[in-house]
């Protein structure tokens, strides 16, 4: 009995994560039709496309797969980038593990005219990155959609 609750548990968190990744993709094609973009911590790129989109990621070997035109080696808390350089920086997942996630974020509104985090609420074996006063201090507006996250940042949001 026992072992069929855990297969049950598990088919829910893939069914979870597969509902994650389509509303993922979803939400990114929206992201694009505002501009540029920089996808922040983008690994081997998540957006379905390629152009006026700009990877960065401290990760080499997933940066030099990644299928975006322009790539760039840094890190979230030093963005190498002008102030307002692109129309959207776009984070997904990327923060927690930045070390300082609210410096990270002001970069993020430093170089990008709009902020978007894009987080699970609840994945396997992770610890969110987030408590709930630092979550509402992040600002609004903020949206729950299948167990997700998804926050446009205000200008000054993660100041607390």
Not at 7 to 33: G, H, N, P
Request: hydrophobic share 40%.
């Amino acid at each position: 009995m026992k072992k069929l609750a855990n297969q049950d548990k598990s088919s829910w968190f893939e069914m979870a994560d597969w509902f994650y990744q389509i509303l993922k993709r979803t939400l990114l094609c929206i992201v694009v039709c505002h501009g540029s973009v920089l996808d922040v911590g983008c690994g081997e790129g998540s957006f379905p496309n390629r152009e006026r989109i700009a990877g960065l990621d401290v990760d080499r070997k997933r940066l030099k797969n990644c299928r975006y035109e322009y790539r760039v080696l840094g890190d979230v808390c030093s963005l190498p980038f002008k102030s307002k350089s692109f129309d959207v920086a776009v984070e997904m997942n990327c923060l927690p593990y930045s070390g300082d996630w609210r410096k990270g974020l002001k970069e993020m509104q430093r170089v990008g005219k709009r902020v978007y985090l894009i987080e699970p609420l609840r994945r396997r074996k992770r610890l969110h990155w987030f408590s709930l006063p630092e979550l509402l201090s992040l600002g609004v507006p903020m949206f729950f959609i299948l167990r997700t996250l998804v926050v446009a940042a205000s200008k000054n949001s993660g100041n607390s």
